[in-house]
């Protein structure tokens, strides 16, 4: 079980360690906002589809067995950064993020679109143990 203390903000350092993938950070959201596209394009039924990005290279990808027509998935993406916020507004996904006081949002936070807010909770046995 993750420790928010341990992994709140930074990332999940040590997962990126273990898969070895020393992308910066800006780029990982690049790279998530790639993935998202390819993965709306194979759920939309338009297949086979091809694509040549800067992270992944498709041909003729397809799902097999076919989506149900007119099903989408709803994109979920985690950050507060410049770049998560860039990265889900061109998939439209909805942010979910560390709430910040409205002095310290940024014109994206307040102009974007849909919006969440992760919180932690602390459960003990008991009222008085919590």
Known sequence: MRDISEHGRRGFRDDLIALRDQTAHDQRYDRVAEY???????LSGK????????YYTLKCLKLTPAPAPGRTAKMFTSGSSTA?????KAIGATVVGYPRPPAEQTEMEIAGGSRGVRVGVIARNSSAAA
């Open 36 to 42: 998202a596209f390819i993965v709306k394009q194979l």
């Open 47 to 54: 297949s086979p589809i091809t694509f040549d990005g800067a």
């Open 84 to 88: 998560s916020l860039a990265a889900a």
